[in-house]
């Protein structure tokens, strides 16, 4: 993984010194809220309903056992003991205290870590698979990518105040993992279709929010030395032609949909005429200098016949780890291995919660088991990417010890939720008790396994934080008169066959979730086809027999 040089290590050092300086102004009163909102913005500092929000950027999703370590160590001693996993492979801390900020900041320097660029109008963190490197449908490894645009938009003073908040994410695998097609710029790696050489395509104008938009192609294929140069040439058009006069129509998805794609991608290309072959464009020097960051690990060699065989015979005297081995473990590139998912989506925790001491147990797992490197998912949920094939079971039951052993990934109750109005002050409604009366009423897994793969994801406002537009079935909490009710959508996916799913009809109160939920699972199990997953089904039949089911 990549390791801070002495440029990265100065400029957060300094970064903190100065917000340190910010904060001790504001809170003498030197400096008015209006003055402070943008630097605590830039400094991942939001205010939320009950206390300040710090959002810590993990780049691409990736985190040493080191870095896991302090920031269990810093929920303990700065907050509650417990931190939240989003869906942009962050982690939030929810209680810290405005003044103890700048000491957060000292401890993630230390561990090369920071919050630079997490809120505010600038570019984002990068997001990407968390399989990369090791899936076994990769093409290419986006890693080295995700960390050239990290470089590139960290404190760029050109794109500091943008129109509007901008995400980029790069997937380079057959299996969009990702979500790259509702990022303001989605980049996938694919062939050239006649010499077969790896560049990139780009997409622009994706999103969620208040007007969900499926990104358009404006590049069907550009070579890797442009990228850069191509990213700053969108960045400048958004940037010059962007609203700024509403913050709900600021977004590039906005400004693609009301140029027309054609005519963006006209505006993009004669940017970028002016900086194709400038200082930006990236040598193979450069680029060998980023993969060379992202270097296999040292593997064992083994009879990989007679590990599976052993697999095999552990899976089939242990129901439970053969659940979670099938479930919960992926298929690695490299014979002999697995990449292994821990889902922190148990009954009776927010989803995507995970405390001070799991993380230190995980970290500890992640040095036996997977060379000390933890991944972060676009799930909520943690990935040890190399895990030998003959560790599994003994991981498992130290997993299953820890209550980690969880083997719902990708089934109904591996819930995508947003923290919603226990924590947000933007929420209209609750999302985390939504999300566990669900998993509550669907705790029989042989049910679930048998309704197969199915992506259920709740947001607490039309902010979207927690992708329900691109859930196979979407739970979007409303306002009504002051009480909280909820909005359902089916047929969402952020798969490659990316789609936004249509609105049942009207809202639900929040105790008729779960018989919602089970009416509209009967359905389908009623109508389905042996081979059909949710979402295949819903596609072929639609939407009304849903609704007539579900409001009978």
Not at 162 to 190: M, N, S, W, Y
Not at 271 to 292: F, H, M, N, Y
Not at 509 to 518: A, C, H, K, Q
Request: proline share 4%.
């Amino acid at each position: 993984m990549y390791v801070y040089d002495q440029y990265d290590q100065r400029m957060i050092d300094e970064r903190v010194n100065q917000y340190r300086d910010q904060t001790r102004r504001f809170l003498d009163g030197m400096i008015s809220e209006d003055e402070f909102l943008p630097l605590r913005l830039h400094n991942g500092l939001y205010v939320q309903r009950l206390a300040p929000m710090l959002r810590i950027a993990i780049p691409y999703g990736m985190l040493s056992s080191r870095q896991l370590r302090k920031l269990a160590q810093i929920s303990r001693d700065f907050d509650k003991g417990y931190a939240h996993f989003s869906t942009r492979q962050n982690l939030q801390l929810n209680w810290p205290e405005l003044a103890e900020v700048p000491d957060i900041l000292a401890e993630l320097a230390s561990v090369q870590m920071h919050a630079v660029q997490t809120s505010g109008s600038c570019i984002r963190n990068t997001t990407s698979d968390e399989y990369a490197g090791v899936a076994a449908d990769e093409l290419e490894d986006p890693r080295p990518w995700c960390e050239l645009i990290r470089q590139w938009s960290t404190l760029h003073p050109e794109f500091a105040f943008l129109p509007r908040k901008f995400k980029i994410a790069v997937c380079g695998a057959e299996q969009d993992r990702a979500a790259i097609h509702t990022h303001d710029i989605g980049l996938e790696l694919v062939p050239h279709p006649e010499s077969g050489e790896i560049g990139f395509k780009v997409l622009v104008g994706g999103g969620l929010g208040r007007t969900p938009v499926i990104g358009s192609v404006i590049c069907d294929w550009l070579e890797k030395k442009h990228l850069i140069t191509y990213l700053e040439a969108i960045l400048r058009v958004y940037n010059q032609l962007g609203r700024r006069d509403n913050k709900y129509t600021a977004r590039i998805k906005i400004l693609v949909k009301a140029m027309g794609v054609q005519a963006f991608r006209e505006r993009v290309e004669a940017e970028w005429v002016r900086l194709k072959d400038g200082p930006s464009t990236l040598t193979e020097a450069e680029i060998s200098r980023c993969q060379g960051f992202f270097t296999a690990p040292a593997y064992r060699h083994c009879d990989a016949a007679a590990v599976t065989a052993q697999l095999q015979a552990q899976a089939a005297g242990n129901k439970r780890f053969g659940n979670w081995l099938q479930r919960n473990t992926v298929d690695h590139r490299v014979a002999g291995y697995r990449i292994v998912n821990i889902a922190l989506k148990a009954t009776g925790y927010a989803p995507g919660d995970i405390s001070d001491r799991h993380m230190e147990a995980v970290a500890d797992l992640a040095d036996t088991y997977s060379f000390g490197e933890v991944r972060t998912t676009h799930q909520q949920n943690l990935v040890l990417a190399d895990v030998a094939q003959e560790d599994l079971y003994e991981l498992w039951q130290k997993l299953d010890g820890l209550g980690l052993a969880i083997a719902n990934l990708g089934y109904l109750t591996d819930i995508i939720c947003c923290p919603g109005g226990d924590f947000c002050a933007l929420a209209n409604a609750k999302s985390i008790p939504v999300a566990e009366a669900i998993q509550s009423r669907f705790d029989d897994m042989d049910y679930v396994y048998d309704l197969g793969p199915l992506d259920l994801n709740i947001s607490g406002c039309m902010n979207a934080c927690g992708h329900h537009h691109i859930g196979h079935i979407g739970v979007l909490g409303v306002d009504k008169k002051g009480a909280e009710f909820y909005q359902v959508s089916l047929g969402g996916s952020q798969a490659k066959d990316a789609s936004i799913g249509k609105i049942l009809g009207p809202s639900f109160r929040r105790e008729d979730m779960p018989d919602v939920i089970e009416k509209i699972l009967a359905t389908y199990v009623n109508l389905r086809t042996p081979e059909e997953t949710f979402l295949d089904t819903y596609r072929r039949v639609g939407l009304d027999p849903y609704k007539e089911r579900v409001y009978a």
